[in-house]
């Protein structure tokens, strides 16, 4: 156990619809990054906060939001929803270093049909 | 940019064999490296690290050894086991920014 959350674990949805992804990050740890992990793209890096402010961006949608709240939880807004969009997605979190790890969670599993 | 290539799978091997995952960074200052395993249904989970050139890192009978002047960080075992199945990744800390490769699929058969 990694000590890292992520709720729902499974979330089927149709096309065109809007859910949000939560997750709680590790006690102690300001940072929360977010990835999408699909069968033909890998591990994608999509969006760290640090303390509540977004520190990194990388291939996230525009169709896709996150924020990190003052308890330090992060939500993922996925909206206008695609079939290419079912994947896995995964939040992680770390204290701030460069010595240091990402802790992952179990993972929310998409399927948009 | 920072990036990681590792070998490409999938890798198949029966059970006791050697095994070696091979990985290669590009940093432009001095990363923290890390072997990451995934196995079906879960999380990643750190397999091992090293912080330094020479480090060597072991967890559970893998190695990998940081080398600085090949700029590589191989994942090594000396005999698996089926229950070593699973996805293994490379990653590089460099910055407070964290890079994986795409993912070794490793299937071992009695």
């Known amino acids: 156990d990694s000590g890292v959350t992520q709720t729902p674990k499974h979330l089927i949805t149709a096309t065109g619809q809007r859910v949000t992804l939560r997750c709680s990050p590790r006690s102690g740890d300001l940072s929360v990054y977010w990835y999408q992990q699909s069968l033909d793209q890998g591990l994608q890096f999509l969006i760290q906060?640090?303390?509540?402010?977004?520190?990194a961006k990388g291939n996230i949608l525009e169709r896709f939001s996150a924020q990190q709240f003052p308890d330090l939880h992060s939500e993922l807004n996925l909206s206008s929803l695609e079939l290419g969009d079912s994947a896995l997605y995964f939040c992680?979190?770390?204290?701030?270093?460069?010595?240091?790890?990402?802790?992952f969670g179990p993972g929310t599993r998409l399927t948009v049909l | 940019g920072d990036s990681v290539t590792q070998m490409e799978g999938p890798v198949t091997l029966s059970e006791e064999a050697c095994l070696t995952i091979n990985c290669t960074y590009t940093a432009t200052g001095y990363p923290s490296l890390f072997w990451y395993v995934q196995y079906p249904g879960e999380g990643l989970q750190l397999l091992l690290k090293a912080t330094k050139a020479d480090d060597k890192g072991s967890n559970k009978g893998f190695e990998a050894t940081y080398r600085k002047e090949t700029t590589s960080f191989h994942l090594e075992k000396g005999s698996v086991q089926v229950s070593d199945s699973a996805v293994y990744f490379c990653a590089l800390n460099a910055n407070n920014d964290m890079r994986f490769g795409a993912g070794t699929r490793l299937t071992v058969k009695p």
């Open positions: 906060y640090y303390n509540g402010e977004e520190r």
């Open positions: 992680a979190s770390s204290v701030e270093g460069v010595y240091n790890e990402q802790f």
